[in-house]
């Protein structure tokens, strides 16, 4: 997968720039930017992983493609390494205990074998969730110390739906906080 759209030129090293933020400004730039909760799944053999993540971001219609990004410290790295399929959970308020599930470190996240199945596929998928994508991984990008992950939406299934210009109950994740977005927080 290419950097630049346009370009056969090979990308340059972040030092060629000059000086760059330090983690702690990065990390403060960001956590005033909300982002919506995804948990991730993956499946490449030895059992099933799980993460939560605010990096899903759709990039074209046709084809349905979307990508996220993983960071190398993330217990489910090595699996989202190898997996040819993930399948991304799109969370509303509703699945907050799944997304704390996913963000908690050393827990089996799979435990609770009544609020998950395999797909026919083999994928782990959450129960009752408000929506899931099956994808097919087409590319992986190193990124630091993450790994952006592009995919190929295949299968999916939309258990709550929303309006269009209806407020919803959408989960997002700002400034280290859960939060819902809801009527109360739509500006016109």
């Known amino acids: 997968m290419r950097t630049a ?41 030895a059992g099933p992983v799980a993460l939560t993540a605010t990096s899903v971001s759709s990039v074209s219609a046709e084809p349905p493609l979307l990508i996220f990004s993983i960071s190398a410290r993330s217990s489910a790295a090595a699996t989202l390494a190898r997996a040819d399929t993930v399948v991304v959970h799109l969370l509303d308020a509703h699945d907050l205990p799944l997304a704390q599930l996913g963000a908690t470190s050393g827990v089996d996240r799979f435990a609770d074998t009544s609020a998950w199945a395999r797909l026919l596929t083999g994928e782990p998928v959450y129960r009752g969730v ?46 280290r906080t859960w939060h819902r977005l809801g009527a109360h927080s739509r500006i016109e």
């Open 5 to 45: 759209a346009h370009s056969s030129a090979p990308p340059r090293a972040p030092h060629a720039f000059g000086a760059s933020l330090s983690a702690d400004e990065f990390k403060a730039l960001f956590r005033g930017h909300p982002g919506g909760v995804a948990v991730i799944t993956a499946d490449a053999g």
């Open 130 to 175: 408000r929506a899931w994508v099956r994808c097919a991984v087409i590319g992986r990008m190193d990124a630091g110390g993450s790994t952006v992950i592009a995919a190929h939406a295949l299968q999916s299934r939309l258990e709550r739906d929303v309006d269009p210009g209806a407020p919803g109950d959408a989960l997002v994740y700002h400034n």
